[in-house]
Structures are given as structure tokens and as C-alpha cells.
């Protein structure tokens, strides 16, 4: 998973997988036809991989639902906890709108045109 590019991360992922084969067919079996999922977020630009290839932002999210509703204790309908997880969803998606970027829209755009090699991709400035 710590490598440069998706070419070194699939070849690696092959030899692993062909290191396995012989003793647990089954697995080697499974990682052949699971590459593609697990490797996808190698075609996203560097400086998101870090954040792709890990769920904790989920889990976090999760892990704030599930106290609220700890403090709740019992709901007397399902319409009322539906109320709140929508209510803690809309805070986190508030938060993650006025906070800074958690993906940077600069790097998205160089998967939709990607600069020549050799001229410097100039950017419009941010607003402050």
C-alpha cells in the first residue's frame, strides 16, 4: 500500500498474491479478484491516497452517532432517532463545509486535465 504509483502498487499486489497461491489457493483466488477494489484509490492523485484508502473519517462519523444516541438511551419511535442521526449528519456535513478542505479541489482538477509536463499548472487564487 506504500507505493509510488498504481503500476508498483498492482505488481506488488501480484507477488503477494502469487507468494500465497501455493499454500491457500482460495486466497490467491480471492486477491486476484479483488485487486482492482482494493487498489482503486491509487488512481486519485498522491495527496489524497492517504485519505482514501482509510475509513476512520467514517468511523468517526459512526462513533458520534452511536454516542448521541447512547445519551438518548430509548427512542420512543423510529421517527424520533431518525431526527437525530439526521440532525448529527447535518452538523458533520455543516462542519466539513465551513472547515478547511479535507480534499483539496487543486489536486481533483489534475485528474480531469492534467498539466503538460512541461508547463507549471497555474491555479485561480483563493478567496481568503
Same mark, same amino acid.
Not at 507477488?15 to 501455493?22: F, G, I, K, N, T
Not at 427512542?75 to 478547511?100: C, K, T, Y
Given at each position: 500500500?506504500?507505493?509510488?504509483?498504481?503500476?508498483?502498487?498492482?505488481?506488488? !499486489?501480484?507477488?503477494?498474491?502469487?507468494?500465497?497461491? =501455493?499454500? !491457500?489457493?482460495?486466497?490467491?483466488?480471492?486477491?486476484? @479478484?479483488s485487486e482492482?477494489?482494493?487498489?482503486?484509490?491509487?488512481?486519485?492523485?498522491?495527496?489524497?491516497?492517504? *485519505?482514501?484508502?482509510?475509513?476512520?473519517?467514517? /468511523?468517526?462519523?459512526? *462513533?458520534?452517532?452511536?454516542?448521541?444516541?447512547?445519551?438518548?438511551?430509548?427512542?420512543?419511535?423510529?421517527?424520533?432517532?431518525?431526527?437525530?442521526?439526521?440532525?448529527?449528519?447535518? @452538523?458533520?456535513?455543516? @462542519? !466539513?463545509q465551513?472547515?478547511?478542505?479535507?480534499?483539496?479541489?487543486?489536486?481533483?482538477? /489534475?485528474?480531469?486535465? =492534467?498539466? =503538460?509536463?512541461? @508547463?507549471?499548472?497555474?491555479? =485561480?487564487?483563493?478567496?481568503?
Amino acid at each position: 500500500f506504500l507505493q509510488p504509483d498504481q503500476a508498483s502498487a498492482q505488481q506488488t !499486489w501480484r507477488h503477494v498474491a502469487d507468494q500465497l497461491r =501455493p499454500r !491457500w489457493p482460495k486466497l490467491g483466488v480471492l486477491m486476484d @479478484e479483488s485487486e482492482d477494489d482494493v487498489l482503486a484509490y491509487m488512481s486519485f492523485p498522491a495527496p489524497h491516497r492517504t *485519505k482514501l484508502h482509510s475509513t476512520n473519517t467514517l /468511523e468517526r462519523l459512526n *462513533k458520534e452517532v452511536k454516542r448521541r444516541a447512547d445519551v438518548v438511551g430509548i427512542f420512543p419511535s423510529e421517527a424520533s432517532i431518525i431526527r437525530l442521526i439526521g440532525a448529527v449528519l447535518l @452538523e458533520a456535513n455543516d @462542519e !466539513w463545509q465551513m472547515q478547511h478542505r479535507y480534499m483539496g479541489v487543486e489536486a481533483m482538477a /489534475e485528474m480531469l486535465s =492534467p498539466a =503538460p509536463t512541461n @508547463e507549471t499548472l497555474q491555479l =485561480p487564487p483563493r478567496p481568503a
